[in-house]
């Protein structure tokens, strides 16, 4: 079941004019800046209450944010939801008739295991899917394993 809006992707050409911006408009400083080299994406994140913003740089061309930059501009590229159950969210919206482009959950930013919904099946939107990563021993624990 979705929890709550975990955060609203944006993409952006330039993180750190970008973050400027934010800041501006936010009154407060993001909280981390993160590379997911398997996205080919460099990440900002700012709390607002009990969601958060995420910005997305691309650092190669062929990267999915740098795609959509060139296509679409700078702007709101995903929603997020929090989940506490991700195997089984991706079973139920399956079941449900929705179009998942990664059943596997892979790592994302900001500690999370993330799955995607393809924007066909959700009303243009791409969805996100996002789980808290477990860390048992120091170590994290996939969703796949537990």
């Known amino acids: 079941m979705l929890k709550k809006i975990e955060h609203i992707g944006i993409a952006v050409k330039d993180l750190e ?11 407060k400083e993001h909280y981390k800046i993160e ?13 607002l209450g009990e969601s958060k913003i995420e910005l997305l740089e691309a650092i190669d061309d062929d990267s999915p944010i740098a795609k959509f930059v060139e ?17 089984a ?6 079941d449900e ?25 959700t009303n243009g939107v791409l969805v996100e899917l996002c789980q808290e990563m477990d860390e048992t021993e120091g170590k994290l624990v996939s ?3 537990s």
């Open 71 to 87: 296509k679409r501009g700078e702007g709101i590229h995903h929603i997020a939801y929090d989940v506490e159950d991700i195997k």
């Open 17 to 27: 004019a970008s973050n400027k911006l934010f800041e501006a408009l936010f009154g």
């Open 97 to 121: 008739g929705f179009d998942i482009l990664n059943e596997t959950p892979k790592r994302g930013a900001d500690n999370k295991w993330v799955v995607f919904l393809h924007p066909k099946s």
């Open 89 to 94: 969210e991706v079973r139920r919206l399956k």
């Open 35 to 47: 590379t997911v080299e398997s996205e080919g994406v460099r990440t900002s994140f700012f709390e």
């Open 143 to 145: 969703p796949e394993n």
